[in-house]
């Protein structure tokens, strides 16, 4: 069974860093695009950022750019959103997905980790 | 303010049929694909319609996806007391290098 399974979530204060990891298996990771997608309490969906099969495309979401920094390790099946100056409107559950080639959103979700950014 | 328009929420008897309308603009909607993704309470999103239309495998033919220029539909059928959730649609913005989604719809089944 495709399974994500996100790790990495926790407490923070704000100015602080948190780096999430997501565990993919039963699929070829090396041929997907990935994404990083968060919910705020009692709010919508925001995807946050992607990354290219390879590594070599990324795409941020403006509110994100330059604090955070997604990546990926195909010999481990993994991949990572290291976050960094973090903000109280940061706290969400993060949701680990993988991309569809035609479109770039997504099948296949994990369950999440929660993040709270707070003092 | 989410760049694609969803309704709040939408609300019919079971049995009945529900449209839900995302609408976007040229620079994602009307060239590119759109997904739309159910969320029960408490779960993580799931996947109901893929590049337009496209239903994945083990999602009934209740649902249904249209787009027509700039706006897209999600269509529901036979609704039953299960498909009470949050319904988001979602595309790739050209201009914007982003994934962007509605701000989510809140299925009621009276």
């Known amino acids: 069974e495709v399974q994500l399974v996100e790790s990495g979530g926790g407490l923070v204060q704000p100015g602080g860093s948190l780096r999430l990891s997501c565990a993919a298996s039963?699929?070829?990771?090396?041929?997907?695009?990935m994404s990083w997608v968060r919910q705020a309490p009692g709010k919508g969906l925001e995807w946050v950022a992607n990354?290219?099969?390879?590594?070599?495309?990324?795409y941020y979401v403006d509110s994100v750019k330059g604090r955070f920094t997604i990546s990926r390790d195909n010999a481990k099946n993994s991949l990572y959103l290291q976050m960094n100056s973090l903000r109280v409107e940061d706290t969400a559950v993060y949701y680990c997905?993988?991309?569809?080639?035609?479109?770039?959103?997504?099948?296949?979700w994990g369950k999440g980790t929660t993040v709270t950014v707070s003092s | 303010q989410s760049v694609l328009t969803q309704p709040p929420s939408v609300s019919a008897a079971p049995g009945q049929k529900v449209t839900i309308s995302c609408s976007g603009s040229?620079?994602?909607?009307?060239?590119?694909?759109v997904s739309w993704y159910q969320q029960l309470p408490g779960t993580a999103p799931k996947l109901l319609i893929y590049d337009n239309n496209k239903r994945p495998s083990g999602i009934p033919d209740r649902f249904s996806g249209s787009k027509s220029g700039a706006s897209a539909t999600l269509g529901i059928t036979g609704l039953q007391t299960g498909d009470e959730a949050d319904y988001y649609c979602?595309?790739?913005?050209?201009?914007?290098?982003?994934?962007?989604f509605g701000g989510g719809t809140k299925l009621t089944v009276l």
């Open positions: 979602g595309t790739w913005d050209s201009s914007l290098s982003s994934v962007v």
């Open positions: 040229s620079s994602n909607i009307e060239n590119n694909y």
């Open positions: 990354i290219k099969q390879d590594g070599s495309e990324k």
């Open positions: 039963a699929f070829t990771f090396s041929s997907y695009w």
């Open positions: 997905a993988r991309d569809m080639d035609s479109s770039l959103l997504m099948d296949v």
